[in-house]
């Protein structure tokens, strides 16, 4: 089976409007033949594909109207190849550097969840800056087996379920470059 064969309508993730409002921003561009194991992998090269993509007309946020059923997702996320752990890197330092001021750390009392944690490097830099609890959702497996050995033990594989972790149980949840590979974005806000 396709990931594309049992498309799930969609209304607009940002204000819940239908499709019936929007008007077409892109026509669907994704052929078969071009698919591969970088297609659902992360910080990838464009290889400009989409789906139908609508621009919402209530509050003008472009959408895709229909997407594939999240076990679709969780598969093809799974299965998907790795190749930005540089650039993941250089993110996590940005990220970091941009997040400290806002912090109170010490004592090591501070938690973290980050969803779509790759290969575990922004985790790292809050252990590094004195989190004591760090924890992440990352559904690649190859991004997994790129993490330094002190962060795999952190990373729990598959697709972030908000039922998965207790209300109120971090001090900090990170979703960086992530939201738009995300069934539904509203489910996680």
Do not use: W
Not at 39 to 56: D, Y
Not at 74 to 94: G, H, R
């Amino acid at each position: 089976m396709s990931i594309f064969e049992h498309m799930i309508g969609r209304r607009c993730p940002v204000c819940d409007a239908g499709p019936e409002s929007a008007s077409l921003f892109r026509s669907a561009s994704i052929r078969a033949e071009d698919l591969s194991a970088f297609t659902f992998a992360s910080r990838k090269t464009p290889e400009f594909m989409s789906l139908n993509l609508v621009k919402c007309g209530a509050c003008a946020t472009v959408y895709a109207t229909e997407a594939p059923p999240e076990s679709a997702l969780s598969e093809a996320y799974s299965d998907a190849a790795y190749d930005s752990s540089a650039e993941a890197a250089l993110a996590a330092e940005s990220y970091i550097r941009a997040l400290r001021p806002h912090l109170r750390l010490g004592g090591g009392s501070m938690s973290a969840l980050e969803i779509g944690a790759g290969t575990g490097v922004f985790l790292e830099r809050l252990m590094d800056a004195g989190f004591g609890q760090v924890v992440g959702v990352e559904p690649s497996v190859s991004a997994i087996m790129e993490a330094s050995p002190r962060v795999p033990e952190h990373i729990r594989t598959g697709i972030f379920n908000c039922q998965d972790f207790e209300e109120d149980s971090f001090d900090l949840i990170c979703c960086f470059q992530t939201l738009e590979h995300v069934a539904d974005p509203r489910a996680i806000a």
